[in-house]
Antibody, heavy 118, light 108 residues
Framework: QVQLVQSGAEVKKPGSSVKVSCKASGDSFNTYTFTWVRQAPGQGLEWMGTIIPMFNNANYAQRFQDRVTLTADKSTNTAYLELISLRSEDTAMYYC???????????WGQGTLVTVSS | DIVLTQSPATLSVSPGERATLSCRASQSIRSNLAWYQQKPGQAPRLLIYGASTRETGIPARFSGSGSGTEFTLTISSLQSEDFAVYYCQKYDNGPPYIFGQGTKLEIK
């Protein structure tokens, strides 16, 4: 089964941007679909977007549409989430996960904590 | 968008007893529902997909049921490691992929 390893914690200033990576093991990167989910401190899970590297096609949650970009680098088996115009409310744990064809998410990366603070 | 409402928000149950968690969808999602378990400091873990199919390696004490708008996750004979937060997620008709707000299962 694929394993997902995310980049380390980040501390950012309001108004800046952050780029989180998610490296996948295995030889079938082109068949993977990556989804990103965030979790604010003490809160629930929130889907942000999903990308299919094979088609370079991404879907975004409406509330993040203007600030999130999902990309994938097939040469390094790595998916990326970039979030711009950061504000304090973006402080959260960001998870990548493999979206199985049917639509559920498994496995998950270990999470990347992004802290936005002046 | 479809809304998933989980109840109760917090459930207190004694070890060895049964826990029943509910997830209600604002409109039919057929059987396109998954359940996840999340322990403190950990990423979520897939338990159930297709409303009732256990993921490989998930103990048989976890079972899912329901279709349409009403879904249930049942954990028979609770073990200490089962106390966690549980989320349902819908994937009917693709994105957006909506999660319920979670049910915290705590030791009574």
């Amino acid at each position: 089964q694929v394993q997902l390893v995310q980049s380390g914690a980040e501390v950012k200033k309001p108004g800046s941007s952050v780029k989180v990576s998610c490296k996948a093991s295995g030889d079938s990167f082109n068949t993977y679909t990556f989804t990103w989910v965030r979790q604010a401190p003490g809160q629930g899970l929130e889907w942000m977007g999903t990308i299919i590297p094979m088609f370079n096609n991404a879907n975004y949650a409406q509330r993040f549409q203007d600030r999130v970009t999902l990309t994938a680098d097939k040469s390094t088996n790595t998916a990326y989430l970039e979030l711009i115009s950061l504000r304090s409310e973006d402080t959260a744990m960001y998870y990548c996960a493999q979206k199985i064809f049917g639509g559920w998410f498994d496995p998950w990366g270990q999470g990347t904590l992004v802290t936005v603070s002046s | 968008d479809i809304v998933l409402t989980q109840s109760p928000a917090t459930l207190s149950v004694s070890p060895g007893e049964r826990a029943t968690l509910s997830c209600r969808a604002s409109q039919s999602i057929r059987s396109n529902l998954a359940w996840y378990q999340q322990k403190p400091g950990q990423a979520p873990r897939l338990l159930i997909y297709g409303a009732s199919t256990r993921e490989t390696g998930i103990p048989a004490r976890f079972s899912g049921s329901g279709s349409g708008t009403e879904f249930t996750l049942t954990i028979s004979s609770l073990q200490s490691e089962d106390f966690a937060v549980y989320y349902c997620q819908k994937y009917d008709n693709g994105p957006p992929y909506i999660f319920g707000q979670g049910t915290k299962l705590e030791i009574k």
